[in-house]
């Protein structure tokens, strides 16, 4: 009995509240520090990068694939993911397939 109630004691401790002084707050000229820095960064620009800067390509990624079974079923399917100048982006996807019922095995 005494070693449970030892081991319900530390279990409390361990799991205690959090104290006091594990908080932090900031000051009123913390708070304002911060709010002038962000309000400067909405009102600055973005530039964009010069035309003479040639920045790498991206390159088109994809897959594509062919299955072929029997009964003279067959399909070829395939995605690109092609970019478009710094940050757009077009996905383009095609299947085409086909199953020919006169090759099925009749019963």
């Known amino acids: 009995m005494m070693r449970r109630l030892s081991l319900i004691?530390?279990?409390m401790l361990v799991a205690g509240p959090a104290l006091a002084a594990d908080e932090r707050r900031l000051s009123a000229v913390e708070v304002?520090?911060?709010?002038?820095?962000a309000a400067q960064k909405r009102e600055t620009p973005v530039t964009k990068p010069a035309a003479t800067s040639l920045a790498?390509?991206?390159p088109i990624e994809g897959e594509v694939g062919v299955s072929v079974g029997s009964g003279g079923y067959r399909e070829v399917f395939g995605t690109a993911?092609?970019?478009?100048g710094?940050?757009?982006?077009a996905i383009v996807?095609?299947?085409a397939?086909?199953?020919?019922?006169?090759?099925r095995r009749r019963r």
Do not use: N, W
């Open 9 to 11: 004691a530390i279990m």
């Open 32 to 37: 304002e520090r911060i709010l002038d820095q």
């Open 56 to 58: 790498p390509a991206r």
């Open 81 to 84: 993911v092609v970019p478009i």
């Open 86 to 89: 710094q940050q757009g982006v």
């Open 93 to 95: 996807s095609f299947d």
């Open 97 to 103: 397939g086909e199953s020919r019922r006169e090759y």
